[in-house]
């Protein structure tokens, strides 16, 4: 077979009906209904079902076809045609044909796999719940299966055209792509650095880059004005929930601006990115100063769906007999609260202070 003819499963619609095709993936399932044998075939791109049908394949082709397991590796040659009234398949993008196979390749085998791989039901019309309880050690030690997933390969599929998104309009907007050296000296940052011996020079070290922040201002001195990378960045510290020991971030820099250029410029892109996750964003993004942010929330980094402001009521409490506050009051300070209506009895001094 010549793979350079081969195509995508979800490339076929209902306008390819009659045509000769290649297709190549991965058995997601398959059922067999006496002399016809039905089977979905996965790609990156999605499934489609294929049928091994004696009156059209080789008594070969068929007796090959019976023998498939889920996730075997195979490549089919064969004409689309549209399904029959009755038997389409609304959950697939390719729901309304099937591929009527002539020809059939076994790539690879399968053994038992350690966890189930489909997603997908062979029921016309049916989705399974879609995963098992699998915990996530195990999905980690065989990652390659997991990535055969929809939901994980959809991810991926996902941060690459958000990739893509950001590589287009900032290339519009006059911004460089360049790379940055990732063996380097050590320089302050928040973590520690993760450390990689020099062969070169024994007892020396490189550090790994917590960020490209000084190579990015020395190309501003350098005179490029405009530079992004997507960054791969290495901070060895305690992992938490928004915190991993490797990480890549958009990382941007440009010279002679102010600062209505980089919110357009933020905001624009945000747009856009959300786009493609079919969210679309309400314009123009709310603003506030530094000052607003902490008087009305206490934080320099508020999150605005909490909608809870602080109120001042230092003017509640100008004679108050309450000590800690009678000193604050004396040190010039300010007395603030939040106000939950009708939610004074559930509000403990227990559940308050934890």
């Known amino acids: 077979m010549l793979f350079a003819e081969r195509i995508f499963c979800s490339q076929l619609t209902t306008s390819d009906v009659g045509r000769k095709v290649l297709l190549a993936g991965w058995v997601d399932a398959f059922r067999d209904h006496g002399g016809l044998l039905f ?7 999605g499934i489609i079902q294929i049928v091994f049908n004696p009156e059209v394949a080789s008594s070969e082709v068929c007796l090959q076809a019976a023998s498939l397991r889920p996730e075997y590796c195979i490549s089919v ?31 690879s085998e399968s053994d038992a796999l ?8 062979m029921t016309a019309g049916a989705v399974t719940a879609g995963s098992d309880n699998v915990s ?10 997991d990535i055969r997933r929809a939901s994980i390969r959809d991810n991926l599929m996902a941060r690459h055209r958000i990739f893509q998104c950001a590589r287009q309009f900032l290339d519009s907007r006059g911004f460089v792509e360049i790379e940055t050296p990732v063996l380097t000296m050590s320089t302050p940052e928040g973590a520690r650095d993760y450390l990689v011996p020099s062969r070169v020079h024994p007892q020396s070290f490189y550090a790994l880059p917590q960020s490209p922040q000084l190579f990015k201002q020395l190309l501003m001195i350098g005179g490029m004005e405009r530079y992004f990378q997507m960054a791969r960045c ?8 928004n915190r991993q020991p490797e990480f890549t971030q958009l990382d941007i820099e440009a010279s002679f601006i102010d600062e209505e250029f980089l919110y357009e410029l933020v905001e624009e892109l945000a747009v856009r990115m959300f786009e493609i996750g079919g ?11 530094y000052a607003e942010a902490i008087d009305t929330t206490g934080s320099d980094r508020p999150d605005l769906r ?5 109120v001042d009521v230092t003017n509640v409490f100008p004679n108050t007999n ?15 609260g939040i106000n939950i209506k009708g939610q004074s009895e559930k509000l403990s001094k227990n559940v308050l202070q934890n």
Do not use: W
């Open 136 to 145: 996530e050690e195990l999905r980690l030690q065989y990652r390659y299966l």
């Open 306 to 310: 909490f909608g809870l402001r602080f």
């Open 39 to 45: 089977v979905h075939l996965r790609d990156r791109s």
């Open 279 to 289: 969210i679309t964003l309400p314009r123009p993004f709310p603003r506030m100063t």
């Open 234 to 241: 290495f901070r060895d510290e305690d992992l938490r929930p």
């Open 322 to 336: 309450y000590s800690i506050f009678r000193q604050i009051l004396q040190r010039g300070g300010c007395i603030k």
């Open 77 to 107: 040659r064969g004409e689309v045609r549209k399904r029959l009234p009755g038997t389409e398949n609304p959950n697939l993008k390719t729901g309304d044909i099937e591929l009527i196979v002539s020809e059939l390749t076994l790539l």
């Open 114 to 121: 350690p966890f189930a791989v489909s997603e997908k039901a």
